[in-house]
């Protein structure tokens, strides 16, 4: 198992930008995927961006939802096992609260306790 500790949340004026950060203690070598999920108020929980970790033979590999293309990044920090989202130009519809994840190679996913992100004036 792996335990996700999250940061970085908060308020923000459109257009302007916040880092989340994940860092990931644990069964680190079991980690093939991480990233970022986002559930706003009456929707469902979308997939936001991910990317390749550890055992997997497409490390670095990253996955964006079509909604953040272009203005949100999901990097890792191998030394720190952390990933990051930077996330800029944000949107009131960007408003959610954001869930790290892990998905283990055997096929669990564990989840951290979300941060919540909103945008607004």
């Known amino acids: 198992q792996v335990q996700l500790v999250e940061s970085g949340g908060g308020l923000v004026q459109p257009g302007g930008s916040l880092r989340l950060s994940c860092a990931a203690s644990?069964?680190?070598?079991?980690?093939?995927?991480m990233g970022w999920y986002r559930q706003a108020p009456g929707k469902q929980r979308e997939l936001v961006a991910d990317?390749?970790?550890?055992?997997?033979?497409?490390?670095?590999?990253?996955n964006y939802a079509d909604s953040v293309k272009g203005r949100f990044t999901v990097s890792g920090d191998n030394a720190k096992n952390t990933v990051y989202l930077q996330m800029d130009s944000l949107k009131p519809e960007d408003t959610a609260v954001y869930y790290c994840?892990?998905?283990?190679?055997?096929?669990?996913?564990?989840w951290g306790q979300g941060t919540q992100v909103t945008v607004s004036s």
């Open positions: 644990g069964s680190i070598s079991r980690i093939n995927t």
């Open positions: 990317i390749t970790r550890g055992v997997s033979r497409n490390y670095g590999r990253t």
């Open positions: 994840y892990a998905n283990l190679i055997t096929g669990e996913v564990n």
